[in-house]
Nanobody
Framework: QVQVVESGGRLVQAGDSLRLSCAASGRTFSSSSMGWFRQAPGQERECVASRNWNGHTYYADSVKGRFTISRDVAKNTMWLQMDSLKPEDTANYYC???????????????????WGQGTQVTVSS
């Protein structure tokens, strides 16, 4: 049984910073990519940032320069530092983990095997 648990979402004001955390646990679990996705009502789930086991990193254009993903591969933990938050960053944020090893960070939702329940981030203007 693999569990992915994210935390840290809350209500903040525009311009504030927030740090999300994610931990993946399970017997003999190893993860190639871990990623942060978000989904706002009526919109598709999108990859915000992902990081591969070898350090390859992806950021969506909308968050480049504002968000930073970091990861402890050995401990299957991951963080998303979000700075200069905007109202359009409001969404439910999900942590995801991909089993197996690939050369680049995965960015499509269907590539990921395990998902957390989500943590709500709301940015007020």
């Amino acid at each position: 049984q693999v569990q992915v648990v994210e935390s840290g979402g809350r209500l903040v004001q525009a311009g504030d910073s927030l740090r999300l955390s994610c931990a993946a646990s399970g017997r003999t679990f190893s993860s190639s990519s871990m990623g942060w996705f978000r989904q706002a009502p009526g919109q598709e789930r999108e990859c915000v940032a992902s990081r591969n086991w070898n350090g390859h990193t992806y950021y969506a254009d909308s968050v480049k320069g504002r968000f930073t993903i970091s990861r402890d591969v050995a401990k299957n933990t991951m963080w998303l530092q979000m700075d200069s938050l905007k109202p359009e960053d409001t969404a439910n944020y999900y942590c995801a983990a991909k089993r197996g090893f690939t050369a680049v960070a995965a960015v499509r939702p269907q590539e990921y095997d395990f998902w957390g329940q989500g943590t709500q981030v709301t940015v007020s203007s």
